[in-house]
């Protein structure tokens, strides 16, 4: 019964392509966030939905799409990937007015 | 933009005894959340003091806040192996939601 759930755990994919990361939550939030934690585990936001409407876009190169079909997915597509975007990537939802968020397990991206 | 920075960056200590990690943000804030992550996990809220609080407990955790020196602080007491973590703290700037993480004070453990 996990809350906020992502798939792929792992992606190892070849500079150039392009992959997506999907994710999914089950609390009945309305709010979802993509985050990019680096090797030196700095944490930075890279978008926020709420409702299915984008509110936060930080300054992330055009390459990164995110999509969310409904409240509970937010999926996030890379286009052309660069070496620069090995990182793990974290889903997180909340309830908009609420600060509490609650995270995924993760994906942890490579690209060679 | 807003960040909190935590310090240390790593800690290391014995079973049983007591741990604090600090944090220090740069503008006012709304209030301020510690997280932990575990090796390979995601993150886990712990607590939030909101900024017309002064302290916060719970169980074993005990957050301070101080404004005017725009830091908090984040006390584990009697710390057992299983708290080995990262620690990280998170603010958002007044009228935002938006949170903003620092780099995390690594802290271990050992039994």
């Known amino acids: 019964d996990t809350a906020v759930s992502q798939t792929p755990k792992y992606l190892v994919t070849q500079m150039g392509n392009d992959k997506s990361i999907k994710c999914e939550q089950n609390l009945g939030h309305d709010t979802m966030y993509w985050y990019k934690q680096d090797s030196k585990k700095f944490l930075k936001i890279m978008f926020s939905y709420n409702n299915k409407e984008l509110i936060i876009n930080e300054t992330v190169p055009n390459r990164f799409s995110p999509k969310s079909p409904d409240k509970a997915h937010l999926n996030l597509h890379i286009n052309s990937l660069e070496l620069g975007d090995s990182a793990v990537y974290f889903c997180a939802s909340t309830t908009q007015g609420n600060n509490e968020q609650f995270f995924g397990p993760g994906t942890r991206l490579t690209v060679l | ?111």
């Not at chain 2, 007591?18 to 712990?46: D, E, F, P």
């Not at chain 2, 900024?51 to 908090?72: A, I, P, Q, Y």
């Not at chain 2, 620092?102 to 453990?109: A, E, K, M, P």
């Open chain 2, 1 to 111: 933009s807003q960040q909190g920075e935590e310090d240390p960056q790593a800690l290391s200590i014995q079973e049983g005894e007591n741990a604090t990690m600090n944090c220090s943000y740069k503008t006012s804030i709304n209030n301020l959340q510690w997280y932990r992550q575990n090796s390979g996990r995601g993150l886990v809220h712990l607590i939030l003091i909101r900024s017309n609080e002064r302290e916060k407990h719970s169980g074993r955790l005990r957050v301070t806040l101080d404004t005017s020196k725009k830091s908090s602080s984040l006390l584990i007491t009697a710390s057992r192996a299983a708290d080995t973590a990262s620690y990280f703290c998170a603010t958002d700037a007044d009228g935002s939601y938006i949170p903003t993480f620092g780099r995390g004070t690594s802290l271990i453990v050992h039994p």
